[in-house]
């Protein structure tokens, strides 16, 4: 296994955009996740923003590991549909434009079985944003969660090859009620981004609960295993929300990946 990309999503750190790129490279994060909704909106940068953004990356040893643009809907609900995915598009061109070619988002409802009008609304959009991807260079991922490892691999395998990506958060299957390692069997060879997170299932509160890395129920280095075995060499990104020290938590998972890699 070549070495680990190892990167930080910036909501992670729970600080200002330019503090937040800074404690990523002082934490030894190569890479960082930017939320294209909540920290920098794409139709608000200017083209001179963009260029000092870009600099300062490079001053800081930083890529840009993908763009996450969360959307309150899915792509298979009909209200604002359109605006949803031009936005979407605009959030792809935004990647490309910082050198990520990975956007993330929660693709919606995938029914079972995959027919009727909700599954003709889903894979029409999803062939457009994967046409517009081919062209731009950049993979909607859909991020694991809502629909457990085989529903999403299905929704894959009725779409044209290359049309969308997996991004892999284990910790999001956990709360989910969703078997990791089964997910991971089904999507491994579709992955282009692995969140780095754990979870467990507190009995007691009758939910999951996101912890430290190493500290749930995702076997990390089996993990690990798998991605080798499909040749993954995207990144990994750290996505802590339920730090209590964003730094320190971020930090020792960000050397925790480094001891794994070779």
Same mark, same amino acid.
């Given at each position: 296994?070549?070495?680990?990309?190892?990167?930080?999503?910036?909501?992670?750190?729970?600080?200002?955009?330019?503090?937040?790129?800074?404690?990523?490279?002082?934490?030894?994060?190569?890479?960082?996740?930017?939320?294209?909704?909540?920290?920098?909106?794409?139709?608000?940068?200017?083209?001179?923003?963009?260029?000092?953004?870009?600099?300062?990356?490079?001053?800081?040893?930083?890529?840009?590991?993908?763009?996450?643009?969360?959307?309150?809907?899915?792509?298979?609900?009909?209200?604002?549909?359109?605006?949803?995915?031009?936005?979407?598009?605009?959030?792809?061109?935004?990647?490309?434009?910082?050198?990520?070619?990975?956007?993330?988002?929660?693709?919606?409802?995938?029914?079972?079985?995959?027919?009727?009008?909700?599954?003709?609304?889903?894979?029409?959009?999803?062939? =457009?944003?994967?046409?517009?991807?081919?062209?731009?260079?950049?993979?909607?991922?859909?991020?694991?969660?809502?629909?457990?490892?085989?529903?999403?691999?299905?929704?894959?395998?009725?779409?044209?090859?290359?049309?969308?990506?997996?991004?892999?958060?284990?910790?999001?299957?956990?709360?989910?009620?969703?078997?990791?390692?089964?997910?991971?069997?089904?999507?491994?060879?579709?992955?282009?981004?692995?969140?780095?997170? =754990?979870?467990?299932?507190?009995?007691?509160?009758?939910?999951?609960?996101?912890?430290?890395?190493?500290?749930?129920?995702?076997?990390?280095?089996?993990?690990?295993?798998?991605?080798?075995?499909?040749?993954?060499?995207?990144?990994?990104?750290?996505?802590?929300?339920?730090?209590?020290?964003?730094?320190?938590?971020?930090?020792?998972?960000?050397?925790?990946?480094?001891?794994?890699?070779?």
């Amino acid at each position: 296994m070549s070495a680990l990309k190892i990167g930080t999503t910036l909501a992670s750190l729970r600080l200002p955009l330019p503090k937040a790129l800074v404690a990523a490279g002082e934490l030894g994060a190569g890479g960082v996740q930017i939320d294209a909704r909540g920290e920098l909106r794409p139709g608000e940068l200017s083209g001179t923003g963009l260029r000092h953004l870009r600099r300062r990356l490079d001053d800081l040893n930083l890529k840009v590991s993908a763009i996450t643009f969360p959307t309150r809907r899915g792509y298979e609900n009909l209200d604002d549909l359109d605006r949803r995915v031009e936005a979407t598009k605009a959030a792809m061109r935004f990647a490309r434009e910082l050198g990520a070619n990975v956007l993330v988002n929660d693709v919606g409802q995938i029914p079972e079985p995959l027919e009727g009008p909700t599954w003709q609304t889903l894979a029409e959009v999803l062939l =457009d944003l994967g046409r517009f991807g081919q062209r731009t260079g950049v993979m909607l991922a859909a991020r694991t969660g809502r629909a457990n490892g085989p529903a999403l691999a299905s929704l894959i395998a009725a779409l044209p090859e290359g049309t969308l990506g997996v991004h892999f958060d284990p910790a999001r299957l956990v709360l989910g009620g969703h078997p990791v390692a089964e997910a991971a069997a089904s999507l491994g060879p579709h992955i282009i981004h692995v969140a780095v997170n =754990d979870a467990v299932y507190d009995l007691g509160q009758g939910r999951g609960v996101e912890v430290q890395l190493g500290r749930g129920t995702v076997d990390f280095p089996a993990l690990l295993g798998l991605l080798e075995e499909h040749a993954y060499r995207g990144w990994f990104t750290v996505d802590r929300s339920e730090a209590v020290d964003p730094l320190l938590e971020v930090g020792q998972t960000i050397e925790f990946m480094r001891q794994m890699s070779p």
